[in-house]
T-cell receptor, first 116, second 115 residues
Framework: DVKVTQSSRYLVKRTGEKVFLECVQD?????MFWYRQDPGLGLRLIYF???????EKGDIPEGYSVSREKKERFSLILESASTNQTSMYLC???????????????FGEGSWLTVV | DAKTTQPNSMESNEEEPVHLPCNHS???????IHWYRQLPSQGPEYVIH???SNVNNRMASLAIAEDRKSSTLILHRATLRDAAVYYC????????????????FGKGTLLTVNP
């Protein structure tokens, strides 16, 4: 089975701290994604990457950066955490599109971040 | 980006069929329609996808309108384990080569299944 592993399930950080959320996938997928999920707002795409060292902004990239030095690992970085970044963060991965339109996206279990 | 519109919530009884609608009037010719669901305290999981033709798999069926501006996810016999938020998503290509894409999730439909 495909596995997307997020390093921390629950974190509490202080305002202004630099926060790293780590994600590892074990299926050699080209694409990786970071979403955040908030009540009433659904899932919103922060950043994604379709190759090592490549990154693309999603819909809400402000206040975040990402790093993809190895194919299996995609890190989300909060340079200076703020209380409005308290949320659940979801990492996901998938193969490149190819043909057929499928390319299931596999999600991790999520990381609950509280910034105080 | 093409958007989808779904009802905020729906309710069903156990063992009965459920039809979850989705409107995507601005869909483009290369956009695939994907459905995911999210159980409580878990990440979303894939349910089904299609382009033009109706699709069936072990989890559900997907009925796509002829003009592709709407689709319906069909759960043939709802169970309590089907209670979840269901997302209808359009998979849009990022470039003309069609090798990279992203999924933009909306708010989804919260399905409640009554015993």
């Amino acid at each position: 089975d495909v596995k997307v592993t997020q390093s921390s399930r629950y974190l509490v950080k202080r305002t202004g701290e630099k926060v790293f959320l780590e994600c590892v996938q074990d299926m050699d997928h080209e694409n990786m994604f970071w979403y955040r999920q908030d009540p009433g707002l659904g899932l919103r795409l922060i950043y994604f990457s379709y190759d090592v060292k490549m990154k693309e902004k999603g819909d809400i990239p402000e206040g975040y950066s990402v790093s993809r030095e190895k194919k299996e690992r995609f890190s989300l970085i909060l340079e200076s955490a703020s209380t409005n970044q308290t949320s659940m963060y979801l990492c996901a991965s998938s193969e490149s599109a190819g043909t057929g339109g499928g390319n299931t996206i596999y999600f991790g279990e999520g990381s609950w971040l509280t910034v105080v | 980006d093409a958007k989808t519109t779904q009802p905020n919530s729906m309710e069903s009884n156990e063992e009965e069929p459920v039809h979850l609608p989705c409107n995507h009037s601005t869909i483009s010719g290369t956009d695939y329609i994907h459905w995911y669901r999210q159980l409580p305290s878990q990440g979303p999981e894939y349910v089904i996808h299609g382009l033009t033709s109706n699709v069936n798999n072990r989890m559900a069926s997907l009925a796509i309108a002829e003009d592709r501006k709407s689709s319906t996810l069909i759960l043939h016999r709802a169970t309590l384990r089907d209670a979840a938020v269901y997302y209808c998503i359009l998979r849009a290509y990022l470039n003309s080569g069609g090798s990279n894409y992203k999924l933009t999730f909306g708010k989804g439909t919260l399905l409640t299944v009554n015993p």
